[in-house]
């Protein structure tokens, strides 16, 4: 199954790589293309036995067409590895550390555009090529000498190479599109494909209309003219005339990245190009050196993408989830991709008429974009990517947890189980569990607990304890970052050192209170002094009543309640009171 996958894996991307490099015709969007490469790399990650040759993990990039001469780069162009989240960069960073290095980095605005290697000899452009699959590129020299940002001879008569981006500015596809609106051809659809599409012209006169522009990034061999870092190298092609961007920034720790990415984030849409994205770059030489290289990245540098407004992926299935309250909601279940820098295979579907008004098949490919940044919604089905393979959406009549008749009412959207037993009531005592006034876990609210039933995480009390177990699974979740993942176990954590009163009223027995709970935890001291007590000594605690103590006794004589409270105890739940002594009347 895996070696099946890995497979259909590596013939998806081959297929995108030659109509985006070579046809220069892309067929899938970035997202779908990173999500499809992420998920290889982690399968050949887990199954190095299985990893083909003509893997495209092994090589960068596309293939080369045959209208332009091929060139060979001495010092191949390596990609960068992807990061999509401050967890992911902290994670990188974490690694450098590892090393014994205490890293500065250079952050450069990742422009979206078409890599070149320029080079030149005694000062004078001799030769520039595209990145082609990192070995070998086309030589497009006669439509780069019509970049005015790339100089046709340098201010000193040195023989190097340096590497940028070819791009065009968003005000020029403005005009390139008027140009072409008033000739009766198709506009051209973003900046990076007009880049693309410009430089592989074979009329270099082309190009010059095009005004494309150029930024430089990347010395190969800085040793060679005695350069000790990054920035070192950036301001010694400047002086040699090279156009270099105004915004890199020397940083001196991941916090300074982090900043530097949400500034720039916020400034995309007022930069005169487009950018998707922040690179970061160990600064020091010798330490670029120390770190090496994969068999495709630097593991000294990475990009950070900005979240895609609106991502692509596949409806797999629709699958139906309870409430509380009995109401019945269809969910989507997506191939796992990237939203606003969190992985997504679940979005909430609302209702019937939610899916039926969008037509949503399964099987189609779907639009997916986080609404206010938090919670992902299904756009739309992209129509024109059916195949005739899809099925058709059927809402459910029976409750997928107790087999009841749903009920929908006349004038409502939503369909409810109304069957008093249905397991999903278990749902109310874990929610009365991590409530403020019980065991007080934040961030385990309603609708989460929900979310966690019905996927089963938690079905239990003690499953609370156990969702440390399930972090890979709960950051794929609609609205839960690392973050939001990270402080939630932290909170049921933090809620193991609660006080035995807050237990025992999280607990849920029946007639026993607030007041009731901390009454018993003040006179027994610790859990298993209360669930010996007989009925007899019970009553006789003022303000416990025979009805209370029946309740008590009886819940602690239930097989099940008492096993229960064993794992809790395993998982280092505290069973001892902790507050005062007080006297005999508990006025507390």
Known sequence: MVEKRIDELIRIINEADYNYHTLDNPTITDQEYDKYLRELFDLEEEHPELVREDSPTRHAGGKVI???LKVEHKIPMMSLSDVFNESELIAFDERIKKEGINPKYMCELKIDGLSVSLLYEDGVLVRAATRGDGVIG???THNAKTIKAIPLKLKEKVSIEVRGEIFMNKKTLIEVNEERKKENLPPLQNCRNAAAGSIRQLDSKVAAKRKLDNFIYHLPNPEDFGIKTHEEAIEFMKKLGFKTNPNNRLVNNMKEVLEYIEQKGEERSSLPYDIDGVVIKVNNLEDQKRLGFTARYPKWATAYKFPAEEVLTKLTDIIFTVGRTGQVTPNAVLDPVIVAGSTIKRATLHNEDYVIAKDLKIGDIVSIRKAGD???EVVEAKLERRTGLEKDFKMITECPMCGSKLVREEDKVDYFCVNKECP???????????????MNIDGLGDRIIEDFFNFGFIKKISDIYKLENHRKDLVTLEGYGNKSIEKLLDAIDNS??????KLLFGLGIPHVGEKTSKILAGHYK?????INATVEELVSIPDIGDIIAKSIHNFFSSNANIEEIERLKKQNINMNYLGKETKENNSF
């Open 66 to 68: 045959d209208e332009f």
């Open 138 to 140: 086309e030589d497009i």
């Open 374 to 376: 938090v919670i992902p």
């Open 526 to 530: 610790n859990i298993d002094n209360l």
């Open 424 to 438: 999903t009531r278990q749902i109310e005592g874990l929610i009365h569990f991590a409530s403020r006034d019980a």
């Open 496 to 501: 193991k050192n609660n006080s035995l009163e």
